[in-house]
Every structure is written in C-alpha cells, then in structure tokens.
Nanobody
Framework: QVQLVESGGGLVQAGGSLRLSCSASGSFSSINVMGWYRQAPGKQRELVATISNGGSTNIVDSVKGRCTISRDNAKNTVYLQMNSLKPEDTAVYYC????????????????WGKGTQVTVSS
C-alpha cells in the first residue's frame, strides 16, 4: 500500500512561484506514473501534469510553459515547480501515483494524497 503526502502549498502573489512536493511511503514494489491534479471550490478535479518512471512528462495546455514536473525515483518523490502563477491557479493540488501490480496483463493501483492548498492573490 502507498501513502502520499503533499507539501509546499501556500499563499503567493500573482507572478510568484511555488514548488510542491509529494513523497510516497509504505509497502510497494514499484511506482509507475506520478502526477499532479488540482481542484478549485465547486469545480471538477483536473489534471495538471504527469511524469513516468523514465521521465516522460505530460503537462496540460493551461499551465504549459509555467509549470515543470520532475521526480526523484530513489526518494519516491514528485515535484511540481509553478512559476508566473495566476489567480486562476488557486486550488487544492493533489498528488497521485500508480503502483504497478502486473505488467502482463497491465494492472496498476491508483493512490491519492490529501492535497495542499495553493492560493494566488491578485
């Protein structure tokens, strides 16, 4: 089983930067994809970025060019560097991770952290 803990959220002014961290702990064999999602009050949770074990990244258009996702496989930690923050980036940011169970057939369990608040003021 995997436990995910996010950190690094806070209050920043528009144009500022934050670096979010998420560390995985517990008993598991292998973590495949890790990523970040966000959810504003009254809105659906949406994807921000993902990164594979090999370092392949996917970043949504709304934050592309302002956000960078990275990971440290040895520490089972994923990071989200956010620059040029805008008020519309305000949300609870959630870490997620896929634990690889089997490769053939492919099956992975999905885990979620409890979230960290990011607030961007005008």
């Amino acid at each position: 089983q995997v436990q995910l803990v996010e950190s690094g959220g806070g209050l920043v002014q528009a144009g500022g930067s934050l670096r979010l961290s998420c560390s995985a702990s517990g008993s598991f064999s292998s973590i495949n994809v890790m990523g970040w999602y966000r959810q504003a009050p009254g809105k659906q949770r949406e994807l921000v970025a993902t990164i594979s074990n090999g370092g392949s990244t996917n970043i949504v258009d709304s934050v592309k060019g302002r956000c960078t996702i990275s990971r440290d496989n040895a520490k089972n930690t994923v990071y989200l560097q956010m620059n040029s923050l805008k008020p519309e980036d305000t949300a609870v940011y959630y870490c997620n991770a896929d634990e690889l169970i089997t490769k053939i057939p492919y099956f992975a369990k999905v885990y979620w952290g409890k979230g960290t608040q990011v607030t961007v003021s005008s």
